[in-house]
């Protein structure tokens, strides 16, 4: 049974950092994409972030672009999003999901797993 399991979410203050973790079962990361959404009330979920397996290149919305950075863990098949310089506008609840291809892709239909989410929160 495939798993995403999120965890690091909390409350911080804006210009704080936070470090989400993606803690993927069932499947290796081997030739799957690896995407971050965010969706903050009343607005659609949006797409962070993501990283193919075959080569390591990435994606950031322009939102985040230099504030966040994605990674793997093979060996621990794990992703992580690492955010840092916080804005009050990046509240939301993060999920992260799995495309069973390698190609990077930012709209959710076409990821196949997805996590329960972990909320992040930031304070101004």
């Known amino acids: 049974e495939v798993q995403l399991v999120e965890s690091g979410g909390g409350l911080v203050q804006a210009g704080g950092s936070l470090r989400l973790s993606c803690a993927a079962s069932?499947?290796?990361?081997?030739?799957?994409?690896i995407g971050w959404f965010r969706q903050a009330p009343g607005k659609e979920r949006e797409g962070v972030s993501c990283i193919s397996s075959s080569d390591g290149s990435t994606y950031y919305g322009d939102s985040v672009k230099g504030r966040f950075t994605i990674s793997t863990d093979s060996a621990k098949n794990t992703a992580y999003l690492q955010m840092n310089s916080l804005k009050p506008e990046d509240t939301a609840v993060y999920y992260c999901?799995?495309?069973?291809?390698?190609?990077?892709?930012?709209?959710?239909?076409?990821?196949?797993?997805w996590g329960q989410g972990t909320q992040v929160t930031v304070s101004s």
């Open positions: 999901a799995a495309r069973r291809d390698p190609s990077m892709a930012t709209v959710r239909g076409y990821y196949d797993y």
């Open positions: 069932g499947f290796t990361f081997d030739d799957y994409t």
